[in-house]
């Protein structure tokens, strides 16, 4: 119940599409959910969070739905770059200072 | 500059050695953390810290301590009872509140020879 399902593991998206990782959990406690991104040798760093008293979160090509009836959430890259390359994991809390991240899925935009 | 130090960036052991890994922040966070990186797995809690001389078990703490002394250091030693210890370690920090964002340093490689 603690879980944070995340998939694909891996995803190859052209320039310029859309690219676009869900997550999902079990736990209804959680109340808070966090994206980082993760560049190769270095450690991971807040890209965009979301609480699920909205829907959905836009920050320029960044996006998170939030489906809480199906408990579900997801990224949206909008126009990928080659610079997005990176690896991205999802993350839940309920606020007790823990926070439970998903499997990490490694993101590769071909120019 | 503010940020959290972790060393060394890269360790080598031999079976059956302790080994301990350096965290050092200025950010000024009560809270600090350790997570265990492997391919496939994401981020795993080993211990956390809320408050100086303070930490509770994280969800794969078998084999590891640590201790928090001082707020700006939170070392993790990694034991010889730890069973597949070869792993990217990652150190974090957390701002303040329910939802506080975390900081992580940049990470310590171990490898078990």
């Known amino acids: 119940q603690q879980q944070v399902k995340q998939s694909p593991q891996s995803l190859i998206v052209q320039k310029g599409g859309i690219s676009i990782i869900n997550c999902a959990y079990e736990?209804?406690?959680?109340?808070?959910f966090p994206w980082y991104q993760q560049f190769p040798g270095k450690g991971p760093a807040l890209l965009i969070a979301i609480r699920p008293d909205v829907s959905e979160k836009k920050e320029g090509r960044f996006t998170i739905s939030f489906n809480k009836s199906a408990k579900q959430f997801s990224l949206h890259i909008m126009d990928s770059q080659p610079g997005d390359s990176a690896t991205y994991f999802c993350a839940a809390t309920p606020g007790t200072g823990k926070l439970i991240f998903g499997q990490g899925t490694t993101l590769q935009v071909k120019p | 500059d503010g940020g959290i130090t972790q060393s060394p960036k890269y360790l080598f052991r031999k079976e059956g050695q302790n080994v301990t890994l350096s965290c050092e922040q200025n950010l000024n966070h009560d809270a600090m953390y350790w997570y265990r990186q492997d391919p496939g797995q994401g981020l795993r809690l080993i211990y956390y810290s809320q408050i100086v001389n303070d930490f509770q078990k994280g969800d794969i703490a078998e084999g590891y301590s640590v201790s928090r002394e001082k707020k700006e250091s939170f070392p993790l030693t990694v034991t010889s009872a730890q069973k597949n210890p070869t792993a990217f370690y990652l150190c974090?920090?957390?701002?303040?509140?329910?939802?506080?964002?975390?900081?992580f340093g940049e990470g310590s490689r171990l490898t078990v020879l």
């Open positions: 736990n209804t406690a959680f109340d808070y």
């Open positions: 974090a920090t957390r701002t303040s509140g329910r939802t506080g964002e975390l900081f």
